[in-house]
């Protein structure tokens, strides 16, 4: 191990000892030497030696003030000093109660009603059973199948695995899964022909398997806009116009999984507003509770609950719960968050930090081994890749994305790479400068470090 202080090795020692990471070899994660974040600052992250970094992908795209801002620990507090927790079955709460208006308030029109729950997959689980049982309840109980994307990806619960599609993280399940019918991913880069042949060829896609199963779809789940976790894959305009549309022709419902698109990171509240989307049901999570604690919901609209509020007949109730369903601390994590947007114009903000972007990103695109730069709004990606003329990608054994995201970290940021597509995600409350510095970073890593890496 390199020069550390005596605490840190300790922890790193026991982390190996204990800890089962996430989405990780661990064997690779035995052999290395783990950062330990121990603070934050802001829009930094602190480590036991005390070393500064820029949260580039603000602790997995939920962050969305920063790290320790006034304004949320109070209102946690506040909260602390009332209730932490109590049951939704039964009971109301008040926390519970007035974030619920406000999501409604923002949310795009039609949704209605909100059913929480703590994390994005659990989000997912609730849409697909409430469609499932909505068909049900109102007597058409064939439509009980899930139209998806190929690279979706909605999280790692066996029914939000079941309507993903990428084959390294769900191919490995695929004996626990249901069944759900695929359409391609509209991917203009890795699609040979014009973009809007891309899109017409997806949406046809879907079309065809709506006409091949009818009455058997229950409803279409999508990822408005962009694919995060398939690599950053941003989707042409009009696609999700184009889906809504089959989804009324067909009647089915519309699913939209907001969890990584909302609260800001697309340039509006919720991306489902830029094609004026009106989804049946509406997936958030992440950034709800400013990225402070697990909080997640699923929006429903008038109509589906309806299809459940009928009185004396248990039959058409939803049987579905978790013991933190609404959790009170979290509800006011989230309530503050959402009046620090209106309180910093955060929406407003956002225009000259995504030009910004914008601007960076244009010159990426020159630089060698970037095949493809992707932005929607606060949301990036940069694949590299061998060949830029014939697009192929690295070997994935160089783990050439890996690399560059750990050189990143000795410039001084966080980054997190999907495969060989370098992720940015700030928070969007990110000040101008902090967004600089995090950009410079990223341009010094791939012109100065990038070709050393690919040398070596
Ligand atoms: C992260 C993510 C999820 C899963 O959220 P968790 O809170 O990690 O369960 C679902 N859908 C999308 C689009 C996501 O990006």
Not at 336 to 347: D, G, K, M, P, T
């Amino acid at each position: 191990m390199g020069r550390m202080n005596e605490k840190t090795r300790e922890l790193i020692q026991q982390d190996k000892q204990y800890l089962w990471h996430p989405f990780t070899q661990m064997a690779d994660w035995l052999a290395g030497e783990p950062l330990i974040i121990d603070s934050g600052d802001g829009f930094y992250l602190i480590d036991t030696e005390g070393r500064r970094y820029i949260d580039g992908v603000c602790s997995l795209w939920c962050n969305v003030h920063g790290h320790r801002v006034p304004q949320i620990d109070d209102a946690i507090r506040a909260q602390l000093d009332k209730i932490a927790h109590s049951t939704l079955l039964g009971l109301g709460q008040t926390a519970s109660i007035e974030l619920a208006e406000k999501l409604i308030r923002i949310a795009p029109e039609g949704l209605a009603k909100v059913f929480y729950s703590d994390s994005g997959a659990t989000a997912v689980e609730i849409a697909i059973k409430i469609a499932c049982q909505y068909w049900r309840n109102i007597g058409q109980g064939t439509k009980t199948k899930f139209i998806a994307l190929k690279e979706a990806y909605h999280g790692d619960t066996v029914g939000a695995v079941s309507v993903g599609g990428m084959e390294l993280f769900h191919g490995i399940f695929k004996p626990l899964l249901f069944e759900t019918l695929f359409a391609p991913t509209p991917h203009p880069y890795r699609f040979a022909g014009t973009s809007d042949e891309c899109l017409q060829f997806s949406l046809s896609a879907v079309e065809t398997l709506l006409q091949l199963h009818p009455d058997q779809v229950a409803g279409i789940i999508a990822e408005p806009l962009v694919q995060g976790a398939a690599g950053m894959i941003v989707h042409p305009a009009g696609f999700l116009k184009g889906l809504e549309r089959l989804a009324r022709k067909y009647n089915v419902l519309l699913i939209a999984d907001e969890v990584a698109t909302g609260f800001g990171r697309t340039g509006r509240m919720f991306a489902c507003e830029h094609e004026d989307v009106q989804p049946d049901l509406m997936c958030i999570a992440k950034g709800i509770s400013g990225g402070y604690l697990p909080l997640a919901a699923t929006l429903a609209t008038q109509k589906l609950f309806d299809a459940f509020a009928v009185a004396g007949d248990v039959s058409k109730t939803f049987y579905h719960g978790h013991t933190y369903t609404g959790n009170a601390l979290a509800c006011a994590a989230a309530i503050a968050s959402l009046e620090l947007f209106e309180q910093n114009r955060i929406l407003e903000s956002l225009p000259a930090k995504i030009q910004l972007v914008k601007e960076y990103f244009g010159r990426f695109r020159n630089l060698p081994y970037v095949g493809d730069v992707r932005q929607c709004g606060m949301m990036g990606g940069i694949e590299l890749v061998l060949d830029k003329q014939s697009k192929s990608p690295f070997p994935p054994e160089w783990k050439i994305g890996a690399k560059v995201c750990a050189a990143m970290r000795s410039r001084g940021a966080i980054m997190r790479p999907l495969e060989d597509v370098i992720v940015l995600m700030p928070a969007v409350g990110m000040d101008i400068q902090t967004l600089t510095a995090l950009l410079d970073i990223i341009e010094n890593t791939l012109i100065r470090d990038l070709p050393e890496i690919v040398n070596l």
